[in-house]
T-cell receptor, first 113, second 118 residues
Framework: GDSVTQMEGPVTLSEEAFLTINCTYTATGYPSLFWYVQYPGEGLQLLLK?????DKGSNKGFEATYRKETTSFHLEKGSVQVSDSAVYFCALSDRAGGFKTIFGAGTRLFVKA | EAGVAQSPRYKIIEKRQSVAFWCNPISGHATLYWYQQILGQGPKLLIQFQNNGVVDDSQLPKDRFSAERLKGVDSTLKIQPAKLEDSAVYLC????????????????FGQGTRLTVV
């Protein structure tokens, strides 16, 4: 079945450092890919998405590119802030899977001032 | 636009007791999901509704969990009897009609109900 694998955390960075969180997926169909973020004490929020190969999703300085050849959707940000501290989930949604959203295990990011 | 509403936000019960959670999806969203998120893990789908019909309940522990969406709008998830391992955040999400979806069918999530079983 469909699955998502993302790098284990926690990831600890200093403010203004470069962030990469790796994500790879397995899908029987042609999925849409997402990054969700969960700030402390809050619900899941969609951060960005991409629906086809080579699409780049971007929001709040974060970017991720849909790479079909490597089945990857790595999250990047050039300069992180303390306010980016949260848990980040890579996810996919696939017509073959009934469009349910399947999540990775999450990566916790701590950003130090 | 109002988001997905869930209640209660927190619940503490003793094992073997029963509990119910309520969810009201975004207006017009035909698809409703219940997820279980255990601490330190990603959300796991429990059940997916399309209007008032069940699309996928393969991961729902049916001996103790039940869910309904009688009028195709709001939904309740019940656990009876609860076990210690049911301690988790229960998330409700909704999306536009998945069966007719083209491209992205992103899910919108509520704040969740944090259940503690003691």
């Amino acid at each position: 079945g469909d699955s998502v694998t993302q790098m284990e955390g926690p990831v600890t960075l200093s403010e203004e450092a470069f962030l990469t969180i790796n994500c790879t997926y397995t899908a029987t169909g042609y999925p849409s890919l997402f990054w969700y973020v969960q700030y402390p004490g809050e619900g899941l929020q969609l951060l960005l998405k991409a629906t086809k190969a080579d699409d780049k999703g971007s929001n709040k300085g974060f970017e991720a590119t849909y790479r079909k050849e490597t089945t990857s959707f790595h999250l990047e940000k050039g300069s992180v802030q303390v306010s980016d501290s949260a848990v980040y989930f890579c996810a996919l949604s696939d017509r073959a899977g009934g469009f349910k959203t399947i999540f990775g295990a999450g990566t916790r990011l701590f950003v130090k001032a | 636009e109002a988001g997905v509403a869930q209640s209660p936000r927190y619940k503490i019960i003793e094992k073997r007791q029963s509990v119910a959670f309520w969810c009201n999806p975004i207006s017009g969203h035909a698809t409703l999901y219940w997820y279980q998120q255990i601490l330190g893990q990603g959300p796991k789908l429990l059940i997916q509704f399309q209007n008032n019909g069940v699309v996928d309940d393969s991961q729902l522990p049916k001996d103790r969990f039940s869910a309904e969406r009688l009028k195709g709008v709001d939904s309740t998830l019940k656990i009876q009897p609860a076990k210690l391992e049911d301690s988790a955040v229960y998330l409700c999400a909704s999306s536009t009609n998945a069966r007719q979806g083209r491209g992205s069918t992103e899910a919108f999530f509520g704040q969740g109900t944090r259940l503690t079983v003691v």
